[in-house]
């Protein structure tokens, strides 16, 4: 049988290179529409528990909030980017746990503000200056800003390595923690006291949404 | 004559580039302080700016190399990063309903300064409770 199949290969070689060139073609593309498609904010809040995440995402220029409009997909910070298996398999592997503990965890305990300290691990310091290529030397950056930055890379493999996120606090969402606030206050004396703030934030972003 | 006059050239190039090298490093950054355990325990950091491991000159710049001389660094050092009082006051946006922001309080504004209620290297001291003693505790969390 196998041998069959090598002897057609054998005597037709040039139309199973085109059928090869043309399976290859049809799974890449077939791979792109399905990373490219699960990449925004629209699916990904269908199971990660981020409502008020989003809604901040769309006050910040990341969010599509600034003078042109551009707007970075939720993947493009939060995924690696320097190793294309890397990716797959995190987008594969949150894929499966955020689904898993939205339908059978409990989300509504997770505290989402103490989670805010370990912003710097979901922040992929890569993609940051993948887009801000010259954050070394951009005048426009602040003669402190730079001065910062440069503290940022003189710590880099050191164990007191520290990340984008660990500075710019809100970065990607801003007014995050207010956002929190309004769906769960931190503190007790705020608990019904912002209901309507999360009403309009919820309107907000459910026509945003449609 | 050929070598002599090479060798003079060169000499010359050496002593031109050195120097250079001297004076780029006299015009670079602010002195750098041996941070030892017993200037920390002197000097204790606020666990955010710790984590960051920042040095004294980062936020005591052109104040010389002695951390016993350095001054206070004012509103423009501290905003000199946390951008502005605006900025830190719309960061806690939640609190204006209750009229509880300390950044944007109902008596002053966005407007205090810093180290009213901040300090870097003794416990922070929040003004609001010179009043409002007993409600403050719910309303926010000890001033980092």
């Keep these: ?210 | 004559m050929c070598n002599k006059r090479t060798l003079f050239f060169l000499g010359f190039f050496f002593i031109f580039s050195g120097m250079s090298l001297l004076g780029a490093d006299t015009n670079t950054s602010s002195p750098k302080i041996n941070i030892t355990p017993e200037l920390k325990k002197e000097f204790p950091l606020k666990a955010h700016h710790d984590k960051l491991s920042l040095s004294c000159t980062d936020c005591h710049e052109g104040q010389g190399d002695d951390p016993k001389d350095f001054k206070l660094i004012g509103d423009k050092g501290c905003l000199s990063c946390h951008k502005t009082k605006q900025f830190l006051a719309d960061r806690l946006k939640f609190m204006d309903t209750t009229h509880t922001n300390p950044h944007n309080s109902i008596h002053d504004g966005p407007k205090l300064y810093c180290d009213e209620c901040h300090n870097e290297h003794k416990p922070s001291d929040n003004m609001c409770l010179q009043c409002h003693s007993n409600d403050v505790k719910s309303w926010m969390r000890p001033t980092p």
Aim: glycine content about 8%; charged content about 25%; hydrophobic content about 35%.
């Design chain 1, 1 to 210: 049988m196998i041998k069959k199949i090598f002897l057609i290969i054998k005597n037709n070689i040039l139309l199973t290179l085109l059928v090869g060139i043309l399976v290859g073609l049809i799974c890449s593309w077939v791979m792109y529409e399905g990373l490219h498609r699960t990449s925004n904010d629209r699916f990904c809040i269908v199971c990660h528990e981020m409502r008020p995440m989003v809604a901040a995402y769309h006050t910040d220029v990341h969010g599509g909030n600034g003078k042109t409009g551009i707007k970075v997909d939720c993947v493009t910070c939060h995924l690696p980017h320097d190793n294309i298996f890397a990716y797959i398999a995190t987008k594969a592997r949150n894929g499966v746990m955020e689904g898993a503990i939205h339908f059978f965890g409990n989300p509504d305990a997770i505290d989402w503000q103490a989670n805010r300290a370990n912003r710097q691990h979901f922040v992929r310091d890569e993609a940051c200056y993948g887009c801000h290529t010259n954050y070394k030397t951009n005048e426009a950056i602040s003669v402190k800003g730079r001065e910062m930055h440069e503290h940022y890379v003189s710590l880099k493999g050191t164990d007191k390595e520290i990340g984008c996120a660990s500075c710019h606090v809100e970065i990607g969402h801003n007014g995050l923690r207010s956002m929190l606030n309004y769906y769960n206050p931190e503190y007790k004396f705020y608990k019904g006291k912002l209901d309507k703030q999360k009403e309009a934030v919820e309107k907000k972003l459910t026509e945003d949404m449609k």
